[in-house]
């Protein structure tokens, strides 16, 4: 399969790994993969096997359902208390635990609550049920913005009345910001996310080089490509280098896509401030809908009040986010956290730390002791 298998390449993959132990010096190395995407290809292909033991790799703050704070589901979990509302969500924010219940819960219970593909089939149900109201619960980083905007723009035009959305999109460069201010971590550098850049670009990462003097990397999924990255990302460490660089460059062009961009400005603007789990209330972070488009923004309509909920018990879900702690840190982890019954939105997304660590890792382990 061309585009994959080539980026697979065993023979590659072993001289990638060969170059990268002769490039390390004795020193540490500690690097941030902000993707989930990059945190299942490393668990899956077995790439930190291949690392030498002085890399470290953290995984970040990049799987959108996992930021989300359990408070953002309560809050719209109570839209659904209304009869006349159907709440609209992706299949794994389906699947994300509020405080006490998560969507599909809430739906099992007779709640009106409906898995959508993506927020135009939100706009068509409203479309064929004029007598209710529809809500869209989005979330999601730059890489699935353009789509809810584009989506308002449509209901504006189309001037349908019983559509809103409850933005909770956010950005990702005020989280590496943010971790980057914090001491705790000391990185010395990033593998950058790759569907985010194809939207933005790469100047919105200058900062991490400019303002922090470390490298990043915007890399593909592939073994390859990580690989590639991380070699690059070695290579700068060792000559003091700081710089943004591109090994994605098949899919992302530094200036990004400008009609995306474009759909994101006409629609939304930044929020004063957002609450990410793990990382607080960061400034400038997050996406809300723009007055020209107050009909479709459903914290106005149905007047949403902001809910903050508290982590469950033993769950260390925001640390893991963060990079502080490791999937295997938490004791919940393989008794009472599972795919199947998750506590923590880690361990429901396919871009989570703790979903990546059980499918990959935690199964093989406990397999291997029988
Ligand atoms: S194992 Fe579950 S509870 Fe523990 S950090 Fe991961 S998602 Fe959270």
Redesign the pocket.
């Known amino acids: 399969m061309k585009m994959v298998d080539e980026y697979r390449n065993p023979e590659k993959i072993r001289a990638l790994s060969e170059a990268i132990r002769a490039e390390v010096g004795d020193r540490g190395y500690r690097f941030m993969e902000i993707c989930g995407g990059h945190t299942h290809s490393i668990y899956r292909f077995g790439l930190n096997e291949l690392l030498p033991e002085n890399i470290e790799m953290i995984h970040g703050p990049g799987c959108p359902v996992c930021v989300l704070p359990i408070g953002k589901v309560d809050e719209a979990l109570t839209l659904t208390n209304d009869p006349n509302v159907i709440l609209c969500a992706f299949g794994d924010v389906m699947r994300v635990p509020g405080s006490k219940i998560s969507p599909l819960e809430a739906k099992a219970r007779g709640k009106d609550v409906r898995m959508v593909y993506s927020p135009l089939d939100a706009l068509k149900l409203a479309i064929d049920h004029p007598d209710k109201e529809v809500v869209f619960f989005a979330i999601g980083f730059e890489t699935t913005a353009p789509s809810t905007a584009l989506t308002i723009m449509r209901a504006s035009q189309l001037k349908v009345e019983n559509f809103a959305v409850f933005c909770n999109h956010v950005t990702v460069g005020p989280p590496i910001r943010s971790i980057l201010e914090s001491a705790d971590l000391d990185l010395d550098g990033f593998v950058g996310p790759g569907h985010v850049s194809a939207v933005i670009g790469t100047t919105p990462y200058d900062f991490v080089a400019e303002e922090f003097g470390r490298p990043l990397v915007v890399s593909g999924f592939e073994p390859i490509d990580i690989l590639e990255s991380i070699l690059l990302l070695v290579k700068m460490v060792n000559r003091g280098e700081a710089a943004i660089y591109n090994q994605y460059v098949r899919a992302v062009k530094r200036e990004g896509n400008a009609a995306a961009i474009a759909a994101i400005s006409e629609v939304f603007e930044a929020r004063p401030s957002f609450e990410w789990r793990g990382l607080g209330f960061i400034e400038q972070s997050a996406y809300r809908i723009r007055k020209a488009y107050a009909h479709f923004d459903a914290e106005a309509r149905f007047a949403m009040e902001e809910i903050s909920s508290p982590?469950?018990e033993?769950?260390?879900?925001g640390?893991?986010l963060i990079g502080a702690?490791r999937?295997e840190n938490?004791?919940?982890?393989?008794s009472?956290?599972t795919p199947e019954h998750?506590?923590?939105?880690?361990?429901?997304s396919s871009e989570?730390?703790?979903?990546a660590y059980?499918t990959y890792v935690h199964r093989t382990l406990v397999a291997t002791k029988g």
């Open positions: 982590e469950p033993d769950a260390i879900c640390d893991v702690k999937p938490c004791p919940l982890l393989g009472q956290c998750p506590i923590g939105a880690l361990m429901v989570g730390a703790c979903s059980y």
